[in-house]
Structures are given as C-alpha cells and as structure tokens.
C-alpha cells in the first residue's frame, strides 16, 4: 500500500487503474498522467521509483483538482445556490431532486433522507 494524496494506493495494481482510485481521477485522467510521466500504462505502481512518484505527485496538485477540493467547491457552488434563492437552491434545501426528476414515482431516496433530515432538526 502506498499512500498518496490522501488514499491509500494498492501497489500491486497497474499504475492507471490505481490513479482511478484517487477521488477526483478517472480513467482518461489516469492515462494522460502516465502519459506526461512517461511511464507505461502496464507498469505497476510498485516498480515506480520514488523520483517517479515524487512527479506523479507534483503533476497531480498542480494540474487536477482531487479529494477535499471538489468536495469543498460542490458545497460552495450550493450554498451559492441556496443564498441567491434559486429554484436549485429551493430543492436542496427541501431535499428534493434537483435536476427535473419527477418525485411521483420515484426519488425515494432522495426523499427518505429529507425526512431524516427533518427529524434531526
């Protein structure tokens, strides 16, 4: 297990399909990092050298955002929503669906965790 970028990465895993794994990364991300690297995709990411990883690193931070910062930008980018009183901000904040979706038939989900919601208040 190699720790990188907040995850835990399993070493014996193609270096592409362990770039998967990181939140934010996927699949086409994966093959244009191992691309700028320079490093087959069937390499595995035990056989990196630590230069290696130290770029793979640097490459990830500056170019792609991951983990918490997408995570902190999807919040903001709803309290936007939710502060400017937007139809979008209405169904968030009453645990609706958002985008269109019908809420006769289905959505149950999306509804059961409003009424959890409301009961934690």
């Known amino acids: 297990m190699l ?3 907040n995850t835990n990465l399993n070493s014996k895993k193609k270096l592409f399909i362990a770039l998967t ?3 934010g990364l996927g699949r086409h991300n994966s093959y244009q990092i191992c691309d700028l690297l320079g490093v087959s995709v069937d ?3 035990k056989q990196l050298s630590s230069l290696q990883l130290e770029q793979l690193t ?3 931070n500056q170019n792609y955002n991951t ?3 997408i995570k902190r930008s999807t919040i ?3 309290k936007r929503l939710i502060k400017i009183a937007s139809y979008r901000g209405f169904r968030h904040t009453e645990g609706l669906p958002v985008r269109g979706q019908r809420t006769h038939g289905n959505s149950r989900t999306r509804r ?3 009424s959890s919601n409301s ?3």
Do not use: A, H, P
């Open 3 to 5: 720790y990188i970028l």
């Open 21 to 23: 794994e990181i939140y």
């Open 43 to 45: 390499r595995r990411l």
């Open 58 to 60: 640097q490459l990830v």
């Open 67 to 69: 983990g918490s910062e």
């Open 76 to 78: 903001k980018n709803i």
């Open 112 to 114: 059961k965790l409003k």
């Open 119 to 121: 009961l934690n208040k």
